[in-house]
């Protein structure tokens, strides 16, 4: 019994993924959108198997015997997953290591640590108190009105905790790679996660200057490769991909920044439908 619930959280899993995805309208619904079919899943599948540990690997429910198999296959998958959670946490905590051997300077009453790097590039670096790194051929190029837009978009990063959120998600993420859609909605994620902060930051400064400082890292960004990405890291991301909808999105900022809802809550606690059926096992 318990390898067919297995089976079907997988099923609803890859069903849910499929769900088209709202990519135009209110930034808001989209978050919302975009958050529900990428947590849900993941939460599914977890509250599933944490049900089948629960239950054990004998007795019966709905009449049906339960197996010893799906009992060690739960034990295994959470464990993987447990070791891949310590494995990015370990990633992180080594880069936040070698980003503190980086000299200190005070930009705007704000402490960051200076890359010795050519190229533009500013990022928050950490967890829950993460770090703000700049390049020094950021330093060099910009000044400023346009540096001071650089450290707004970042410090609302900071603002938002997005390299702590935005590290539980990539862990999800490494997770349920195989899974449809799993990119898309990654990607869409990251796009809304700047927009946000690019809307925080353009109630400190002009959001055309913040646009113009987009446009001029993008152009110069040809060796982002170079930097090791770590999921606890949330930088400046002039992707050419994003890059025209944020530039719009400044030019006419939207109203106000998008927020969580009690359908979201409610769409996600349908993940823990199966703790339900524990007591049905007997």
């Known amino acids: 019994m318990h390898v067919i619930v297995i089976t079907i959280a997988i099923a609803l899993s ?8 709202k990519r135009a309208g209110a ?5 919302r959108q975009a958050l529900l079919l990428f947590l849900l899943p993941p939460l599914l599948l977890l509250a ?3 049900a089948v540990l629960c239950m054990g690997p004998q007795g019966q429910m709905f009449g049906l015997p339960a197996s010893a198999w799906s009992y060690w296959f739960a034990w295994g998958a959470i464990a993987l997953a447990g070791m891949q959670l310590i494995r990015l946490a370990w990633q992180g905590w080594q880069t936040q290591q070698q980003l503190r051997g980086c000299p200190l300077a005070s930009l705007r009453g704000q402490t960051v640590r200076v890359l010795d790097l050519d190229l533009l590039y500013s990022a928050q670096i950490g967890f829950w108190e993460p770090e703000l790194a700049i390049s020094r051929g950021l330093l060099q190029r910009l000044e ?3 540096l001071e837009a650089v450290l707004a978009h970042e410090m609302a990063h900071r603002f938002y905790r997005d390299t702590f959120w935005f590290f539980g998600l990539g862990w999800l993420r490494s997770l349920l790679f195989w899974l449809p859609n799993t990119e898309v909605l990654w990607q869409e994620l990251l796009l809304l996660r700047e927009l946000r902060a690019d809307w925080q930051a353009a109630q400190r400064v ?9 446009l001029v890292v993008a152009a110069q960004d040809q060796s982002r490769s170079l930097l090791p990405e770590v999921a606890c890291m949330a930088a400046l991301d002039p992707c050419p991909g994003r890059l025209a909808e944020r530039v719009e999105a400044l030019l006419s900022p939207p109203d106000a920044p998008p927020c ?13 439908v199966p703790l339900v059926v524990i007591p049905w096992h007997n």
Request: no cysteine; net charge positive.
């Open 206 to 214: 002009d959001p055309l200057v913040l646009a113009e400082s987009l």
């Open 48 to 50: 599933t198997l944490v």
């Open 27 to 31: 930034w808001g619904d989209r978050w």
């Open 144 to 146: 400023g009105r346009h």
């Open 14 to 21: 890859g069903l849910i993924r499929l769900l088209p995805l």
């Open 260 to 272: 969580l809802s009690r359908w979201l809550w409610l769409g996600l606690a349908l993940a823990f």
